[in-house]
């Protein structure tokens, strides 16, 4: 018997619903090689996914790569993992009790995000602050710009390649916890800042733990400056990579060093200055390369112009109260509350119910955080907590243009890229 007779029998026999399968196989393998994509022959594109587990996308980030073997023909983003709805929250609480909130928000940068409530609030409400809490908010918040700039060197130099970098700059930020501490009694979500003022005055040994640093970190900064600024690989892995124009950032929302590092000099502390930043001498860096490079470069000035701002604020700042004096603006004292029954009841008629702007208002005011502007736009019903409050958050902005800058980019330069935009998660969902 011939090989076919059997292979019929067999097929008809065993397996008649098949019968001539393995010829029309045939046929339709060499339909498909003729089919074959000859622009692609290896079937070198794909699309990866990157996050929402990856540490280098903080865990929430997802990233959809088009690629064309190692290079990103098309980015998408979603950052739908991390929804808390603070703003929904902040609905149900009362200014002050939100606070907290706001520390969890841009958490390597928390300061920030209480004084910017404050100053939305207290111009929905027309809360006079004294000059003395002027002065103690800005050392605050640029003691937070280091800070956060401090944990974005150490990981994007990480990323880079260089995994030691992040224990030094981590040395300089455990100065900054230390601080906080004497000022505000934490060392990471302060809730420092207080509708009218501030929570508490400095003390001596917090003033000498500020000036002790302001004068080390210098030579910190220099240190940091030696290493990087002339290494080949830290060069090379950010020169010409991830680069954004002007128009494109502006076009995107782009805010904060990453719009600057594209020569719009943009600082909301210059433009529309707040607490007493129109009093205080500083420079807003910028550059005009617009890659991660320049990026780079931006923020280690940005800590320069910060330990400037902090020695001015120690050398200008005045004695006098902490808070507002007005019962229905501020929470009083302490010692009021303790020792008197007035102040008790202050306390208690703050606390559930709170300050109440007018029905009717709303307002939005700005601050310059260390990722760009972050605002907060109040609505308000006439009672003590808002009717409708958002948040202008930098990171939610900033992350947008990751679609523009990372289009055409080598695959392995991803990580970095998103290093150099500096986002925080935790103001992007929210």
Known sequence: ????????????????????????????????????????????????????QHPATHGVL?????LKGELIEKAKLDIGYLHRGVEKIAE???????????????????????VALCTAVEKIASVEVPERAHYIRMIGAELARISSHLLWLGTMVMDAGAVSFFIWT???????????????????????????????DLTDEATSAIKEFVDSFPKQLESYHKLLDRNRIFFDRNEGVGVLKTEDALG????????????????????????????????????????????????????????????????????GPIRTNNAKQAYPSKDEVYYSMEGMIHDFMMTDTGICPPEGAEAYHAVESPKGELGYF??????????????????????QILENILDGEMVSDTVVIIGGVDPVLGEADK
């Not at 997802?62 to 088009?66: A, D, E, G």
């Not at 149900?92 to 209480?114: A, C, G, H, I, V």
């Not at 006439?382 to 409708?388: A, D, E, L, S």
């Open 92 to 114: 149900n609480k009362t200014y002050q009790e939100f606070m907290p909130y706001t520390d969890r928000m841009d958490y390597l940068s928390p300061y920030s995000n209480n």
């Open 1 to 52: 018997m011939k090989l076919t007779d059997i292979q019929s029998k067999t097929e008809s026999t065993f397996f008649p619903e098949h019968q001539g399968s393995l010829y029309q196989s045939l046929e339709d393998k060499h339909t498909t090689i003729e089919e074959m994509d000859d622009s692609d022959p290896l079937n070198a594109k794909m699309v990866l996914n990157m996050g929402p």
């Open 378 to 399: 109040i609505q308000s019903d006439g009672t003590g907590h808002p009717w409708r409050l958002k948040v202008n958050a930098p990171s939610f902005c900033n992350l």
């Open 170 to 200: 981590f040395k300089e930020r455990e100065k900054i916890y230390d601080i906080m501490d004497y000022i505000a009694g934490h060392r990471f979500t302060v809730s420092h800042a207080r509708i009218g003022g501030v929570a508490n």
């Open 252 to 319: 995107l929302g782009a805010t904060g060093p990453v719009l600057r590092a594209t020569g719009y000099g943009y600082d909301v502390r210059k433009f529309t200055p707040y607490a007493r930043y129109d009093q205080v001498e500083f420079q807003v860096p910028t550059r005009m390369e617009g890659d991660n490079l320049a990026r780079y470069y931006i923020r280690m000035e940005e800590m320069e112009e910060s330990i400037r701002i902090i020695r001015q604020c120690l050398e200008q700042i005045p004695s």
């Open 62 to 66: 997802r990233l959809v790569l088009q």
